[in-house]
């Protein structure tokens, strides 16, 4: 309060009224500064427009400004279709979700997230590591190590030249929810101020909430959902970080009409509380129909199951439904030609 331009009979008052804090008297009301302090009402109006100049603002930004400012905030996911029909791939604000039954898709979609964010911005990744925090399992390491070669054989030489994809995944396991709050809130901040991570991905959210509320303790499990996923948006926004939060689904019981939520008579798991924390909800789904893929991609396989993308909600995107598959090399959305009627079927 010393350093500001104020006459010393205001600053005096303000000292002998104990309000240091130049936060602190800009949130107070005239009366009440008043109260504390016994200046007079325009006194209180000078305190109040020089200590709100002096508190530290960010520049002001057009709608324009910021459109073009959000158009590199976007990480790919490893596959050119995918990234199109994602206008980009996955934002870097907010919090991504991506959930699913069993053997959709999941886990394979996040690790070659954790290898495109290892590229350069000009080949759709962020040149930064990956935070991988396991919940449920332990950490894919053959997976990933089979991924590997072949994103490196499929990425431009110069781009990958002195890149070693392995040593740029940081792995955490939470045992609990206490495990997970300590690492979000604490050890995930000391790798984001060294700048070494660009994406955070928590496989799977529901595993550890889920278990530890019982039923009578919904409100209990609210609040602590968001408590988390308030950190989590603070992260991204502050570090401009991919944050990717892995769910599971819950089936559908009755007439229920859960269009909103989820498809195919599942439901992402962790109710409402969970799903208004969500910025991009996308389902991974598996089909009983296969693909031939030999026309598509070299591969060692013949045919392989159809799966499918659904974008439940997002902010930039419509509700589509985009086919991909998995095979050895990782995930890859099919041509155009194989979607005709997805559209409609979440």
Same mark, same amino acid.
């Given at each position: 309060?010393?350093?500001?331009?104020?006459?010393?009979?205001?600053?005096?008052?303000?000292? =002998?009224? &104990?309000?240091?804090?130049?936060?602190?008297?800009?949130?107070?009301?005239?009366?009440?500064?008043? #109260?504390?302090?016994?200046?007079?009402?325009?006194?209180?109006?000078?305190?109040?427009?020089?200590?709100?100049?002096?508190?530290?603002?960010?520049?002001?930004?057009?709608?324009?400004?910021?459109?073009?400012?959000?158009?590199?905030?976007?990480?790919?996911?490893?596959?050119?279709?995918?990234?199109?029909? $994602?206008?980009?791939?996955?934002? @870097? %604000?907010?919090?991504?979700?991506?959930?699913?039954?069993?053997?959709?898709?999941?886990? %394979?979609? /996040?690790?070659? $997230?954790?290898?495109?964010?290892?590229?350069?911005?000009? @080949?759709?990744?962020?040149? &930064?590591?990956?935070?991988?925090? @396991?919940? *449920? +399992?332990?950490? !894919?390491?053959?997976?990933?190590? %089979?991924?590997? !070669?072949?994103?490196? =054989?499929?990425?431009?030489?110069?781009?990958?030249?002195?890149? =070693?994809?392995? +040593?740029?995944?940081?792995?955490?396991?939470?045992?609990?929810?206490?495990?997970? #709050?300590?690492?979000?809130?604490?050890?995930?901040?000391?790798?984001?101020?060294?700048?070494?991570? =660009?994406?955070?991905?928590?496989?799977?959210?529901?595993?550890?909430? #889920?278990? *530890?509320?019982?039923?009578?303790?919904?409100? &209990?499990?609210?609040?602590?959902?968001?408590?988390?996923?308030?950190?989590?948006? &603070?992260?991204?926004?502050?570090?401009?970080?991919?944050?990717? /939060?892995?769910?599971?689904?819950?089936?559908?019981?009755?007439?229920?009409?859960?269009?909103?939520?989820? @498809?195919?008579?599942?439901?992402?798991?962790?109710?409402?509380?969970?799903?208004?924390?969500?910025?991009?909800?996308?389902? $991974?789904?598996?089909?009983?129909?296969?693909?031939?893929?030999?026309?598509?991609?070299?591969?060692?396989?013949?045919?392989?199951?159809?799966?499918?993308?659904?974008?439940?909600?997002?902010?930039?995107?419509?509700?589509?439904?985009?086919?991909?598959?998995? +095979?050895?090399?990782?995930?890859?959305? $099919?041509?155009?030609?194989?979607?005709?009627?997805?559209?409609?079927?979440?």
């Amino acid at each position: 309060m010393e350093r500001l331009d104020l006459p010393q009979r205001i600053i005096n008052a303000v000292k =002998k009224g &104990k309000l240091d804090n130049i936060h602190t008297v800009v949130c107070m009301s005239a009366t009440d500064i008043q #109260r504390a302090t016994r200046l007079s009402l325009k006194d209180i109006a000078i305190l109040h427009q020089v200590a709100g100049a002096a508190i530290p603002r960010p520049p002001v930004q057009t709608a324009l400004e910021l459109y073009h400012s959000s158009n590199g905030s976007y990480l790919s996911t490893g596959c050119p279709i995918l990234d199109k029909a $994602l206008r980009g791939g996955i934002t @870097c %604000q907010g919090i991504t979700e991506i959930t699913g039954e069993s053997a959709s898709g999941k886990t %394979q979609l /996040c690790l070659q $997230l954790c290898l495109s964010v290892q590229l350069p911005r000009d @080949c759709g990744g962020l040149g &930064k590591g990956a935070l991988y925090i @396991c919940t *449920e +399992d332990v950490f !894919p390491s053959r997976r990933l190590q %089979q991924l590997i !070669p072949a994103f490196l =054989k499929k990425q431009n030489k110069k781009a990958t030249e002195h890149l =070693k994809p392995g +040593d740029n995944i940081y792995i955490e396991h939470a045992a609990d929810v206490e495990d997970l #709050r300590s690492i979000i809130f604490h050890r995930l901040p000391l790798l984001l101020n060294n700048g070494k991570v =660009k994406l955070v991905v928590v496989d799977s959210v529901a595993a550890l909430f #889920r278990v *530890e509320y019982s039923q009578n303790e919904t409100f &209990k499990r609210a609040k602590a959902l968001m408590s988390f996923g308030a950190q989590l948006h &603070k992260i991204s926004h502050q570090y401009n970080v991919a944050v990717i /939060c892995v769910n599971q689904v819950s089936d559908v019981v009755g007439n229920n009409n859960a269009s909103s939520l989820g @498809c195919k008579g599942v439901i992402p798991a962790l109710g409402l509380a969970w799903s208004s924390m969500v910025t991009v909800r996308l389902m $991974l789904s598996r089909t009983e129909q296969f693909i031939d893929v030999r026309s598509i991609k070299e591969s060692s396989h013949n045919n392989l199951v159809k799966r499918n993308l659904n974008v439940i909600f997002a902010p930039h995107l419509s509700n589509i439904t985009w086919p991909f598959i998995v +095979d050895t090399d990782g995930v890859h959305g $099919l041509p155009e030609e194989y979607t005709t009627g997805n559209n409609r079927e979440c």
